[in-house]
């Protein structure tokens, strides 16, 4: 892999579409029987829990890792050391994490509670007496961070991240050399697929996040490595020959873990799979996950590594979309509910009502200085001349 200590635009645009996806697997939910704030297709359709197995394996595992990636990016332009590039990561993180709990996020679990557990109060009863009460209601717990849990593990991995960097240097490096001993060749494939298969498995909770900071331990297993990888990969010149060389093959590794998934999904949909499946489909997950990651960073490598002109304001509206777009997803799909339109223009509808809105969102909010640190933008002048993408995750 090309420019290891340089901008690689080829991870910029592979975080740029790895949040879009989320965005579009999201707005799924809203159409599939797993568990949702709102459920615009009534009945949901079973059969699109297999499109959705496409992405959920690995679509977490790779925002942790280019966030990490990014981190990296971001360490090596700092001059003044760790404290100062915590402090800098707190602000562009922490800030917008308080504003999203406080303002963005609160129609989510009003409508949560209304769909879910029959709550009746307004949306202005709702603010003015329930969601400010730090108090658990009917087991939805106010204030919430709802989809910004990633925003808060992004911080705790990054304080982690801080402390491994104020070891001392010959530590840190016997821990490079052995990743790289380990990932830098052959290995990197079936190393990855088991560690993730025994860091979910190793967990009552398995494949399941609860999304409570405190105890969610299989998520943690699973995505703090993914963090440090992508950060160790942007300054490891072994494991990122080893990824441009075997990225070909997880490509098929991540299609046969799919393959495995859909079946899973099509043959047994909600209900529970015979006990003797059950080691296969935490394969299959794995394989999925870890093979679909290391493809696309090849794959971003080989083919992405170029820039263009609408990169740097893509790059910088990644943060606010990821912010504002599942309060647009479920206020959009709360009003489509019981529209009678069929799941599909339902769906592209909903697709359409989020973009523009992320899209409004982004661009007022760049224009209005004391509002763009409150929604991870780099405080600057009303028009700067030539935005300069500084990834906030």
């Known amino acids: 892999m090309g420019q290891a200590q340089g901008r690689h635009y080829g991870m910029d645009w592979l975080r740029i579409g790895a949040f879009q996806l989320l965005i579009l697997y999201h707005v799924g939910m809203a159409f599939v029987p797993w568990d949702f704030q709102v459920k615009v297709a009534q009945p ?5 829990t297999a499109l959705m197995m496409l992405t959920s394996p690995w679509r977490l595992s790779l925002l942790f890792a ?12 700092e001059t003044s050391g760790v404290g100062a590039f915590l402090k800098s990561r707190l602000a562009r993180l922490g800030i917008p994490l308080l504003f999203g709990m406080a303002v963005l996020v609160t129609p989510q679990p009003w409508i949560w509670l209304i769909t879910h557990y029959g709550y009746q109060a307004s949306f202005g009863h709702f603010l003015l007496h329930d969601y400010y009460s ?8 106010v204030p919430t961070w709802m989809h910004l849990w990633f925003v808060a593990y992004l911080i705790c991995y990054t304080l982690l991240l801080c402390l491994l960097l104020l070891l001392p240097e010959r530590l840190c490096e016997a821990g490079r050399w052995l990743a790289e001993r380990l990932l830098g060749g052959p290995l990197l494939l079936p190393l990855g697929v088991a560690f ?5 498995a190793s967990f009552d909770a398995g494949w399941e996040d609860n ?6 331990w299989s998520a943690h297993a699973h995505y703090l490595p993914m963090f440090l990888f992508g950060y160790m990969l942007r300054g490891s010149e072994p494991i990122r020959a080893a990824i441009a060389r075997w990225w070909p ?8 873990g799919y393959a495995v998934l859909a079946w899973f999904e099509l043959r047994f949909g909600l209900t529970i799979a015979p006990r003797r499946f059950w080691a296969l489909h935490g394969w299959a997950q ?3 996950a870890w093979g679909a990651m290391i493809a696309l960073i090849g794959i971003a490598d080989r083919f992405w590594n170029v820039d263009h ?10 943060f606010p979309f990821y912010l504002i777009h599942q309060t647009i997803i479920i206020v959009v799909g709360y009003g489509l509910m019981g529209s009678g339109i069929a799941p599909l223009p339902a769906f592209l509808l909903l697709v359409a009502a989020t973009m523009a809105g992320c899209w409004g969102f982004y661009l007022a909010g760049r224009e209005v200085r004391w509002l763009r640190p409150l929604i991870g933008l780099k405080a600057g002048p009303r028009n700067p001349p030539v935005p300069v993408a500084r990834p906030a995750i």
């Open 44 to 48: 949901p359709v079973a059969s699109a």
């Open 66 to 77: 280019v966030s990490g990636y990014a981190s990296a990016a971001l360490f090596a332009r």
């Open 134 to 141: 730090f108090r658990s209601i009917d087991g939805v717990i």
């Open 196 to 200: 993730v298969y025994y860091a979910r």
């Open 211 to 216: 999304h409570l900071l405190l105890t969610d």
């Open 249 to 256: 093959v997880a490509v098929v590794l991540a299609v046969a």
């Open 286 to 288: 794995s394989a999925e």
């Open 309 to 318: 002109r609408w990169r740097p304001m893509l790059a910088e509206a990644v």
